[in-house]
């Protein structure tokens, strides 16, 4: 029987299949002896987990800040919109506050006129 070809891709493809917890595990309990490359390899293989774990978590935090600048934007939009749409809201009502004013004016110099035609007889 061929002694079998040993090599850093190999065990790094043993360690995948174990997964992480698994190879934590054998490294604690020494099965990868105190020294040497099979130990060197697995440290380096943790090291390689624990650095792709800390880049998705980096990306996924970028993600989630672009998420919230865009939701920012839209957010001070949707105030410069609501802002102008008040803006027009207050002219209206302005205007329609003067139009009663003077209606009220109106009314106010009618009723004493109308008053005095009745007891002028008019």
């Known amino acids: 029987m061929a002694p079998e070809t040993w090599t850093k891709e190999r065990f790094w493809a043993e360690l995948n299949e174990l997964g992480e917890d698994q190879v934590r595990e054998r490294l604690i309990a020494k099965k990868y002896g105190d020294v040497g490359h099979k130990r060197d390899f697995a440290d380096e293989w943790i090291r390689v987990q624990e ?19 865009d939701a920012a934007w839209s957010a001070a939009e949707a105030a410069r919109e609501a802002a102008a749409e008040a803006k027009e809201a207050n002219r ?5 506050n003067i139009i009663a004013t003077l209606a009220l004016i109106a009314a106010a110099i009618a009723i004493p006129l109308s008053i005095l035609a009745i007891f002028l007889g008019k």
């Open 51 to 69: 650095e792709a774990r800390r880049l998705s978590s980096q990306s996924e935090q970028i993600d989630i800040a672009r998420s919230a600048k």
């Open 92 to 96: 209206i009502a302005k205007n329609a």
